[in-house]
C-alpha cells in the first residue's frame, strides 16, 4: 500500500543527546514537512522541503536538522540544542502541483519523543 | 502573515444534533482551505478542501464546510453528530497566490476538539 511511515512511534531520549526521527513515502511526492506538535498550540513548521538535496526553516527549525537525500526519505535530527523537545512529531507529503490545482498533504502516524 | 484561527478549544455536542467547528483564515491572495481530523496518537487524516468553486464542500464522513469570503470563514458543519466523530479538528490554509510549484507552507489552527455525548 501507498503511504508515509514514521519510525519509531514512541522514542525516548535522554538530555544531550541527539535522535533521529524516520520519515519515508512510497506516494512519489515531491514535498516533504516536519511538524511539531504541542497541546494546545496545533501544529508548528520544523522544516520542508520541496525537492531531493534541498530544505527550508519552517517557523520552530532551531535545535533541528533534516536532510533530503532521496525523494522518499525526510529524516528529522532532534539536537541537543532543542532545550524542550518533548512533542508529538509529524510527517507529511504532498506531490508537486503544475498549473492551477492543489492536493491535501498526507501524514504519517506520528512519532512521540520524551526526554528522561 | 497568513493565519488560522479556530476559536473554540472544545465543542460539545449532542449525539444526533447538527455540529459547527469554526475556522477563520488571514491570507494574501486566494485562499486554499482544508479541514483534517486527528485520533488519539495519530496523524491527520483529510476531511476535505476549498480550492474553488461551490462554496458548499463535501468532504468524508458526511461532513462539509462552507467557505465565505466576505467572513473569511470555513466552518466545518455535519447535519447529524456521532460519537465515533468524537476527535481533534484542524483547519488548514495555503496561501493560493501565483502557483509555481505548489510550495507554499500549510498553516494550521490549534485545533477544536469536539465530544459528541450519547
Known amino acids: 500500500d501507498g503511504g508515509i511511515t514514521q519510525s519509531p512511534k514512541y522514542l525516548f531520549r535522554k538530555e544531550g543527546q541527539n535522535v533521529t526521527l524516520s520519515c519515508e513515502q512510497n506516494?512519489?511526492?515531491?514535498?516533504m514537512y516536519w511538524y511539531r506538535q504541542d497541546p494546545g498550540q496545533g501544529l508548528r513548521l520544523i522544516y520542508y522541503?520541496?525537492?531531493?538535496?534541498?530544505?527550508q526553516k519552517g517557523d520552530i527549525a532551531e535545535g533541528y536538522s533534516v536532510s533530503r537525500e532521496k525523494k522518499e526519505s525526510f529524516p528529522l535530527t532532534v539536537t541537543s540544542a532543542q532545550k524542550n523537545p518533548t512533542a508529538f512529531y509529524l510527517c507529511?507529503?504532498?506531490?508537486?502541483?503544475?498549473?492551477?490545482?492543489?492536493?491535501?498533504?498526507?501524514f504519517g502516524q506520528g512519532t512521540r519523543l520524551t526526554v528522561v | 502573515a497568513q493565519s488560522v484561527a479556530q476559536p473554540e478549544d472544545q465543542v460539545n455536542v449532542a449525539e444526533g444534533n447538527p455540529l459547527t467547528v469554526k475556522c477563520t483564515y488571514s491570507?494574501?491572495?486566494?485562499?486554499?482551505l482544508f479541514w483534517y481530523v486527528q485520533y488519539p496518537n495519530r496523524g491527520l487524516q483529510f476531511l476535505l478542501k476549498?480550492?474553488?468553486?461551490?462554496?458548499l464542500v463535501k468532504g468524508s464522513y458526511g461532513f462539509e464546510a462552507e467557505f465565505n469570503k466576505s467572513q473569511t470563514s470555513f466552518h466545518l458543519k455535519k447535519p447529524s453528530a456521532l460519537v465515533s466523530d468524537s476527535a481533534l479538528y484542524f483547519c488548514?490554509?495555503?496561501?493560493?497566490?501565483?502557483?509555481?510549484?505548489?510550495?507554499?507552507?500549510?498553516?494550521f489552527g490549534a485545533g477544536t476538539r469536539l465530544a459528541v455525548h450519547p
Open positions: 507529511a507529503s504532498r506531490p508537486r502541483i503544475l498549473g492551477i490545482g492543489e492536493t491535501e498533504a498526507f
Open positions: 506516494l512519489n511526492h515531491d514535498a
Open positions: 522541503s520541496q525537492i531531493v538535496n534541498d530544505f
Open positions: 491570507v494574501s491572495g486566494n485562499p486554499y
Open positions: 476549498y480550492i474553488t468553486g461551490d462554496n
Open positions: 488548514a490554509v495555503r496561501d493560493g497566490g501565483p502557483v509555481s510549484g505548489g510550495y507554499n507552507k500549510l498553516i
